[in-house]
C-alpha cells in the first residue's frame, strides 16, 4: 500500500514539478530572435523556444519545448503586451506589468495562489532581470556579454514549475529584444 501510494504521488506531482534547472538560453540565429535554444542542468536536454506563427508582426503567440514538457506563452488580449500568459502541463501562469506601460516591472501569479514580482535589475538597461524571495527563491538572467541580447545566462535557484520559469525567460526575452 504505501509504494502504491507514493508512485501515485510520484506520478501526479510529476506534472507540477521540473527536477531540472534552466541555467542558460540562445538566439537560434545571429540575425533572427524569433527562435531560441533553452538550456538546462541535464547534460544534452536542449529545448526550444519559438515564436508559434513565424510571420513578421505577430510576436503574441510562443511555444516552448524541454524535452517531453511542452507549453505555450501568449498575449492574454489581443493587441495587449502587458498581460501574458503561461500554459503547460495543466498550469496557467499569469504575467501582467505592474504599473501600465512599464515592461520592466511584472507581477507574477503562481499556480495555487502567491505571486512574486520580476523585474530589470536596472532602469535605463534590460541586461539583467532578477527575483530574489524568502519564500520561493532566487531566479536571475543576465546578458553573457554586455549589450547583446542573443546569449542569457540564468541562475535558476526557484520553487517553481516550468511554465513559470519559461514565463520569466520569456518576458526577459520579448521586453529585451529587437522584434526581428
Not at 517531453?68 to 502541463?89: F, V
Request: net charge negative; no cysteine; glycine share 8%.
Amino acid at each position: 500500500m504505501k509504494n502504491t501510494l507514493f508512485i501515485l504521488l510520484m506520478i501526479l506531482s510529476g506534472s507540477h514539478l521540473f527536477g531540472q534547472q534552466l541555467t542558460a538560453i540562445a538566439s537560434q540565429w545571429s540575425d533572427s530572435f524569433a527562435e531560441w535554444t533553452i538550456y538546462t542542468s541535464v547534460e544534452g536536454e536542449e529545448g526550444t523556444l519559438r515564436l508559434r506563427w513565424n510571420s513578421r508582426g505577430d510576436w503574441t503567440q510562443w511555444e516552448y519545448r524541454i524535452g517531453e514538457w511542452t507549453g505555450q506563452l501568449k498575449t492574454k488580449w489581443p493587441e495587449r503586451i502587458d498581460q501574458w500568459e503561461a500554459r503547460g502541463e495543466n498550469i496557467i501562469v499569469d504575467a501582467r506589468t505592474i504599473w501600465r506601460d512599464n515592461l520592466r516591472e511584472w507581477r507574477i501569479s503562481r499556480p495555487g495562489g502567491g505571486e512574486y514580482k520580476w523585474q530589470s535589475r536596472y532602469s535605463n538597461m534590460l541586461d539583467e532581470w532578477v527575483i530574489d524571495t524568502e519564500k520561493y527563491g532566487f531566479f536571475e538572467m543576465y546578458t553573457a556579454f554586455e549589450g547583446d541580447p542573443r546569449e542569457w545566462i540564468i541562475v535558476d535557484e526557484l520553487e517553481a514549475s516550468l511554465p513559470e520559469k519559461m514565463m520569466l525567460v520569456f518576458l526577459t526575452i520579448i521586453n529585451s529584444t529587437p522584434k526581428q
